[in-house]
Antibody, heavy 117, light 111 residues
Framework: EVVLVASGGGLAQPGGSLRLSCAAS????????MSWVRQDPGKGLQWLAN????????YYVGSVRGRFTISRDNARNSMYLEMNSLRAEDTSIYYC??????????WGQGTMVTVSS | DVVMTQSPLSLPVTLGQPASISCRSS???????????LNWFQQRPGQSPRRLIY???KRGSGVPDRFSGSGSGTDFTLKISRVEADDLGIYYC?????????FGQGTKLEI
């Protein structure tokens, strides 16, 4: 079965850090750009960042640039999101997705991040 | 950033009847390579989003042919020929032409 599993979410304090992981199974992520997308509970979707197949090209949305870092380990068939200087407004469900041809074709199940004191 | 505006935000439907959702972008989504990177996603209650349509009108794997996409430039439409109970949820358009990628606010399809 082709699956993406996101993990690492939880409760963090404002100003704190979390590291999200995304493990792929049933396919090889080396064929794909990979992205992180988040969704405020009960609200819309926001693309956050993506990373090229070889990891050498990365893009971020302005609100997380300089605070979040996307990375990947193709040998482990995994992608990561290091989140620093967390704010209350980062509270969201975080999805990892495969990206091919400027579209998101496979979504993981999401991991919840709550930033609160 | 490109603003994606969907209408309506709530769409009451009748099972077996057609439904249509509009999506407008603040900039043209056409590219010099001839592609238009406009996508549609479906999110059923309690589930992750699922891709329905990419490049305006191409159906994703396993997507029923009841779903169709059309449009060009800044105006796009998702049509469901006959709504089924399984179609209830929220539909989002998303543009992949300009950085950063941006989504519409979502349209809730409900009975």
């Amino acid at each position: 079965e082709v699956v993406l599993v996101a993990s690492g979410g939880g409760l963090a304090q404002p100003g704190g850090s979390l590291r999200l992981s995304c493990a792929a199974s049933g396919f090889n992520i080396t064929n794909y750009w990979m992205s992180w997308v988040r969704q405020d509970p009960g609200k819309g979707l926001q693309w956050l960042a993506n990373i090229r197949q070889d990891g050498r090209e990365k893009y971020y949305v302005g609100s997380v640039r300089g605070r979040f870092t996307i990375s990947r380990d193709n040998a482990r068939n995994s992608m990561y999101l290091e989140m620093n200087s967390l704010r209350a407004e980062d509270t969201s469900i975080y999805y990892c997705v495969t990206e091919a041809g400027r579209t998101f074709d496979l979504w993981g199940q999401g991991t919840m991040v709550t930033v609160s004191s | 950033d490109v603003v994606m505006t969907q209408s309506p935000l709530s769409l009451p439907v009748t099972l077996g009847q057609p439904a249509s959702i509009s999506c407008r972008s603040s900039q043209s989504l056409g590219t010099s390579d001839g592609n238009t990177y406009l996508n549609w996603f479906q999110q059923r209650p309690g589930q992750s989003p699922r891709r329905l349509i990419y490049k305006v009108s191409k159906r994703g794997s396993g997507v029923p042919d009841r779903f169709s996409g059309s449009g060009s430039g800044t105006d796009f439409t998702l049509k469901i020929s006959r709504v089924e109970a399984d179609d209830l949820g929220i539909y989002y358009c998303m543009q992949g032409t300009h950085w950063p990628y941006t989504f519409g606010q979502g349209t809730k399809l409900e009975i």
